[in-house]
C-alpha cells in the first residue's frame, strides 16, 4: 500500500507561482512512476506530470510545459511540482497518484487508467 498526501494549494493571481508537494509513505516506490493530474469543476481528471521514482523521466502535458516543473525531494519521499505563470486555466483540484506497476510507460503513464494510489488533492484557484 502507498499513502500520499497531497499540499500546497491556494489561491493566487494570475503569474502568481505556487508549489505542490505530494508526501509517500508506506511501501518503497522503487520502480514506479508518480504522476499528478487535475480535475476542474464539471470536467475529466487530466494528466499534469509524471516522473520516474528514479528521477530520470519526466513528462509533461502540453499545456504546462515550460511553466511547470516536477521533482523529487532531497528526502526522496517527496514530490513537488512547482507551478509558475499560473493561469485562471489551471483551476483545478490537483492529485497526486502512483503507477506501481511500470518502471515508466512514456506517453502512456498520461492515462489515469494506469495510476493504482490517488491522493485526496489540494485546491489550486487561478484569480485572473
Known amino acids: 500500500q502507498v499513502q500520499l498526501e497531497e499540499s500546497g494549494g491556494g489561491l493566487v493571481q494570475a503569474g502568481d507561482s505556487l508549489k505542490l508537494s505530494c508526501a509517500t509513505s508506506?511501501?518503497?516506490?522503487?520502480?514506479?512512476?508518480v504522476g499528478w493530474f487535475r480535475q476542474a469543476p464539471g470536467k475529466e481528471r487530466k494528466f499534469v506530470a509524471a516522473?520516474?521514482?528514479?528521477?530520470?523521466?519526466?513528462l509533461y502535458a502540453d499545456s504546462v510545459e515550460g511553466r511547470f516543473t516536477i521533482s523529487r525531494g532531497d528526502a526522496k519521499n517527496t514530490v513537488y511540482l512547482q507551478m509558475t505563470s499560473l493561469k485562471p486555466e489551471d483551476t483545478a483540484v490537483y492529485y497526486c497518484?502512483?503507477?506501481?506497476?511500470?518502471?515508466?510507460?512514456?506517453?502512456?503513464?498520461?492515462?489515469?487508467?494506469?495510476?493504482?494510489?490517488w491522493g485526496q488533492g489540494t485546491q489550486v484557484t487561478v484569480s485572473s
Open positions: 497518484a502512483v503507477d506501481s506497476n511500470s518502471y515508466w510507460r512514456g506517453r502512456a503513464g498520461t492515462q489515469p487508467d494506469v495510476y493504482n494510489y
Open positions: 508506506g511501501r518503497s516506490l522503487e520502480a514506479c512512476v
Open positions: 516522473i520516474s521514482w528514479s528521477g530520470g523521466n519526466t
